[in-house]
């Protein structure tokens, strides 16, 4: 079976070439079928190019023999080619590392015209990356034989993540000193002597982040940050910690996914993050930031040398962002060949104010978020009355924001391009994104979800607001998250006509895929939200390894309302998948998921959990089945969930099989990233930038 290939810069350079050469090739998957739009092989007809090169001058006139510099000089440019374009206008970027100092924020007014395409694109040959870090020089020792290294930062820095020669470092992490108890309503009331005596190296108190791997449910790692200790009580910040224990479930008898309704009053952290008393001998690999003074602290791994390494700190939050509206919505522009890497997300992070919210999620990545989060955020009316009510839509909490992301937005493409080293979501196409293309692209190291379709904010969405016609295809999207790690590899809110196919999936601490929410009112015994959401397709991609840290995901996950009926609900097909290691479904029929065919997949070595399920109660106004309605056909199981026919829900001509020797060749061949792209299964990141010696 197909498995992630050794890392080789020759393959990544062929990769990248064959993609740039052909992105006028690609044509754009929309609802009314398809529409070529790009035109970036047909040089006679472009009206323009400009070119950047980190060794250019934004005084320069943005030509090949004179470029200009700075990414933001070539938007201005390109804002003076596009009103009325006869061919395509390219923006080439020469090979390095462009240090952004503020983000590409993009509008209508970045748009190709006349059906034509703004193409932001690697040379030939070229790696360029967009970079959102501050290199880090003038490493010591903390004196003689310390394991520890330090650095002056620029002041007032913050960041999440830290890189060092390419590769994440992890922020300073431990288990508890002591056991905490009395967990009330404002955190803990003893144990927390140790921790309260902690002080940096500055003298500053470390703003210390308890985590809880699934605290709110197998499927989650909320984190919250500590704000303060009084004696021996551990004060923690608001409003998360509120939002994480005081929020209210779906349940029939009250029972909510909070750490105070479990099993124990006293939920302990599973490990504490960012004090820099963790750090020592015993800990290479691991970084703290002295927000005191602004200084560094690293343990050095094994091979590295801290006076030439390059070491990268995330600043920005974006690398690219914005879009148009719904009137207006940014369109017809493309990105090629390039490298989106070391930004970072600061929404956990707690503030000088003394609040933070934290990552109080619910789950793939979405929180409750703001001060009156646990009582309002998207609760709507089926919560038990006892929990003051909130604000319809149902489900409506706050999707985790991506380094790159756009919203309405229309025919725009990202093709050949990698995002990695990013501390939020990598890509996220939300609201309003019609007729996308994500394809060839690379997608790990990545803190959240990988991929990002649509949100969840919009159910009954219509014309330009709805997401739909996107395709994401042949992109090997792999070990991610790495940070918040209920997040998911392909992450879909309500979306219609998108289709998510042949790509490689694997290496996921959580669900590899997942599509649809606001199942939950049917643990209420009430209709599932109410969505645009049809003609979805999942379809012919390979995934596996997953499932290797939460529990109660998939492979494939699936809530909701998918469609109107089996012919236009959500298609699972010809997925061949195998390997998970968490429990749950590897093709998995949660709550209120109604409509959905399964066709055609392979589904083995999976122990821990059946190969699909589970079947759900159809409490739908005028409902006429027992169940939500399922069809389940010709698949090959290893693991199969025992149901049968009945009451809605179709399961005819599968197969049961005891291994992947016995899925059909025609599967294997078909699933996974197609021919023209394994190039991405080969992928090396761009090289480093120099570092100047001091």
């Known amino acids: 079976m197909t498995k992630r290939s050794v890392s080789s810069g020759t393959r990544s350079l062929t990769w990248i070439r064959s993609i740039v050469t052909g992105v006028a090739t690609i044509s754009l998957l929309g609802a009314a079928g398809l529409t070529a739009v790009s035109r970036a092989g047909t040089s006679a007809a472009v009206t323009g190019e400009v070119y950047v090169s980190p060794t250019g001058s934004d005084t320069n006139p943005g030509t090949a023999a004179a470029p200009v510099q700075t990414i933001g000089k070539a938007q201005a440019l390109v804002r003076a080619l596009n009103q009325n374009m006869t061919g395509d206008v390219k923006v080439v970027l020469e090979d390095g590392f462009y240090r952004m100092t503020s983000p590409l924020t993009l509008t209508a007014a970045d748009s190709g015209t006349n059906g034509h395409n703004v193409?932001?694109?690697?040379?030939?040959?070229?790696?360029?990356?967009?970079?959102?870090?501050?290199?880090?020089?003038?490493?010591?020792?903390?004196?003689?034989?310390?394991?520890?290294?330090?650095?002056?930062?620029?002041?007032?820095?913050?960041?999440?993540?830290?890189?060092?020669?390419?590769?994440?470092?992890?922020?300073?992490?431990?288990?508890?000193?002591?056991?905490?108890?009395?967990q009330d309503s404002t955190g803990y009331s003893g144990g927390g002597s140790a921790?309260?005596?902690?002080?940096?190296?500055?003298?500053?108190?470390?703003?210390?982040?308890?985590?809880?791997?699934?605290?709110?449910?197998?499927?989650?790692?909320?984190?919250?940050?500590?704000?303060?200790f009084s004696g021996a009580a551990v004060v923690m910040a608001q409003p998360c910690w509120t939002n994480s224990t005081a929020r209210a479930g779906s349940f029939p008898d009250g029972r909510a996914y909070n750490l105070v309704g479990r099993s124990s009053i006293t939920e302990q952290p599973t490990s504490v993050e960012n004090a820099f008393q963790f750090l020592g001998a015993n800990t290479p690999g691991q970084w703290f930031l002295?927000?005191?003074?602004?200084?560094?602290?690293?343990?050095?791994?094994?091979?590295?040398?801290?006076?030439?390494?390059?070491?990268?700190?995330?600043?920005?939050?974006?690398?690219?962002?914005?879009?148009?509206?719904?009137s207006a919505p940014l369109h017809n522009v493309v990105f090629s060949g390039i490298q989106f890497s070391y930004a970072t997300w600061l929404g956990p992070q707690f503030h000088t104010q003394g609040t933070s919210d934290g990552f109080s999620e619910i789950q793939a990545n979405y929180q409750v978020t703001g001060a009156k989060g646990a009582a309002s955020q998207g609760l709507c009316h089926v919560p038990p009355s006892s929990y003051k009510l909130g604000a319809c839509p149902y489900g409506a909490w706050t999707q985790i924001p991506g380094n790159v992301s756009l919203t309405y937005d229309q025919n725009i493409q990202f093709t050949g391009d990698a995002f990695v080293h990013l501390g939020a979501a990598g890509l996220a196409l939300?609201?309003?994104?019609?007729?996308?293309?994500?394809?060839?692209?690379?997608?790990?190291?990545?803190?959240?979800?990988?991929?990002?379709?649509?949100?969840?904010?919009?159910?009954?969405?219509?014309?330009?607001?709805?997401?739909?016609g996107n395709s994401v295809t042949d992109n090997h999207v792999f070990d991610v998250p790495v940070e918040f790690r209920g997040g998911v590899g392909i992450d879909s809110g309500y979306t219609a006509h998108d289709s998510v196919s042949h790509n490689q999936v694997d290496h996921t601490p959580y669900t590899a895929i997942s599509q649809g929410w606001g199942g939950w009112p049917d643990k209420e015994k009430e209709a599932p939200q109410a969505n645009f959401s049809h003609d979805n397709a999942i379809s012919n991609n390979l995934i596996f390894d997953h499932m290797s840290v939460l529990n109660d995901g998939g492979a494939i996950y699936t809530q909701g309302i998918t469609g109107s009926s089996l012919a236009n609900g959500e298609h699972v097909s010809g997925n061949d998948i195998h390997d998970q290691a968490g429990s749950g479904h590897v093709i998995y029929t949660d709550n209120g998921c109604t409509f959905e065919t399964i066709t055609g997949n392979a589904v083995y070595n999976d122990p821990n959990a059946q190969a699909w399920a589970s079947r759900h109660s159809d409490y739908a106004p005028g409902a006429s089945t027992t169940y939500d309605p399922t069809d389940v056909e010709g698949n090959y199981f290893e693991n199969p969930a025992g149901y049968t026919s009945g009451g809605g829900v179709t399961v005819a001509n599968n197969t049961t099989i005891s291994g992947g020797s016995q899925v059909p060749a025609s599967i294997v061949a078909n699933a996974g990233i197609e021919a023209a792209y394994q190039g991405v299964l080969g992928w090396s990141q761009a090289p480093l930038p120099g570092v100047e010696v001091r």
């Open 195 to 228: 921790m309260a005596a902690w002080r940096n190296p500055s003298g500053a108190k470390p703003q210390l982040e308890f985590v809880y791997r699934g605290g709110l449910g197998a499927w989650t790692e909320p984190r919250c940050p500590v704000a303060s």
């Open 290 to 326: 002295d927000q005191g003074d602004s200084k560094l602290y690293y343990v050095p791994r094994s091979g590295e040398t801290m006076g030439t390494a390059d070491v990268e700190a995330p600043v920005l939050q974006n690398l690219v962002t914005g879009g148009g509206t719904a």
């Open 430 to 468: 939300g609201d309003g994104s019609q007729n996308d293309v994500v394809k060839g692209d690379v997608v790990t190291d990545v803190s959240g979800n990988g991929i990002e379709l649509g949100n969840v904010d919009m159910p009954t969405a219509s014309g330009a607001s709805q997401t739909s």
């Open 119 to 182: 193409i932001w694109t690697a040379d030939t040959g070229a790696r360029p990356v967009l970079a959102g870090s501050a290199q880090i020089t003038g490493w010591q020792r903390m004196s003689a034989n310390s394991p520890i290294w330090v650095a002056q930062a620029p002041a007032g820095l913050q960041t999440r993540q830290l890189y060092i020669n390419g590769t994440r470092a992890t922020r300073a992490t431990g288990s508890l000193p002591n056991s905490l108890s009395g």
